[in-house]
């Protein structure tokens, strides 16, 4: 049982369900305590699952529908006051928005590995690893959407890239460029781009949609334009609204509906037919490499290196062999 000078604090804790970080300082201040006193406050916290907040006594804000890059970078700040952490690795979904962090990190001597979304632009980029898909992979999905609209024997119509455009998040709209590009070169190969008009928008990043109304105002996109044979998410908040909007509409088996991320309700939605595929971000080798990379670093001395994940496609086909447990 814990006995050491946070033990109130601690308590009190477990009734908040937090603690709040100006009380732990002020602890620190007026008990002159050693780093050795912090760290055992930390296990403890992680042990009871306490949270460490700036401010325990504000209301939980409600789950953000799609990425929450503020919170994001409040839990990181926090994160990096634990004198217990040996390393740390974040995804950059916002660009240019990460170089504190960074910085804190290394003045920390705590080395900083990154996945998923990339950021080019990061302070010390070139000394700290990246481990996710290129942008790139998304043209995959674009080749399989024109595949899947070739054989339906579509004569011509639209084709949409749908995306949160104003969200800033540059993965995603290099992900929609890579896509369109992508369809775009399939129906040239097949002598058939003149039949069908692509639309990403005025800079190929994508039709915008309501960030905070995805479905309805991915409902309407699709309606306004009347002959539409096919569209393609390119993250994770789009693509299960593309699903929900094929849904509504009554287009399941009559329209390639393609995204981008595999969370439990896309795989639903491709199980359903709603999504005909999706791209799987090989969530194991993300998951895992960031990880051995910082263990490299840090226990061998090895600098830092990057792993292109590239993405996989699953269709209703394959959709049950995902989620699998990887073994050894």
């Known amino acids: 049982m814990y006995t050491g000078p946070f033990t109130a604090l601690i308590d009190r804790g477990e009734e908040r369900g937090c603690v709040d970080l100006k009380e732990v ?78 910085a804190k990190a290394f003045e920390l001597g705590i080395p900083v590995a990154t996945f998923n979304s990339f950021d080019k632009g990061l302070l010390n980029r070139n000394q700290i690893s990246q481990t996710g898909q290129d942008a790139s992979a998304a043209a995959i999905g674009g080749e399989a959407m024109v595949d899947c609209i070739l054989k339906s024997g579509a004569k011509g119509g639209t084709i949409l890239f749908p995306n949160t455009t104003t969200m800033g998040n540059v993965e995603v709209n290099n992900r929609t460029i890579a896509a369109f590009n992508a369809a775009v070169a399939a129906l040239k190969k097949a002598n058939r781009l003149n039949d069908f008009k692509v639309d990403a928008g005025p800079e190929n990043i994508g039709v915008d949609v309501d960030q905070n109304n995805l479905v309805n105002s991915t409902v309407s996109l699709i309606e306004s334009r009347g002959d539409v044979v096919g569209a393609m998410a390119t993250n994770a908040a789009t693509t ?81 062999t995902v989620g699998k447990r990887f073994e050894n």
Not at 55 to 79: F, G, K
Not at 271 to 296: D, E, H, M, N, T
């Open 240 to 320: 299960p609204a593309l699903g929900d909007a094929v849904t509504q509409l009554k287009l399941i088996g009559k329209f390639c509906s393609f995204g981008f991320d595999l969370g439990p309700k896309m795989l639903d939605q491709i199980k359903s037919g709603a999504l005909v595929g999706s791209l799987g971000q090989q969530p194991f080798l993300q998951g895992f490499y960031p990880i051995v990379q910082l263990y490299l670093q840090i226990d061998r001395g090895i600098s830092a290196a990057n792993l292109d994940t590239r993405a996989q496609l699953v269709t209703k086909d394959s959709v049950a």
């Open 25 to 102: 300082d002020e602890l620190v201040q007026a008990l002159e305590l050693e780093d050795e006193d912090l760290a055992a406050l930390y296990e403890q916290l992680h042990a009871r699952h306490i949270e460490l907040r700036d401010d325990c006594t504000r209301a939980d804000a409600p789950e953000a529908p799609i990425d929450d890059y503020p919170r994001q970078l409040e839990i990181l700040n926090q994160v990096l006051q634990d004198p217990t952490i040996d390393g740390i690795a974040f995804t950059t979904g916002q660009a240019g928005a990460y170089n504190d962090i960074v």
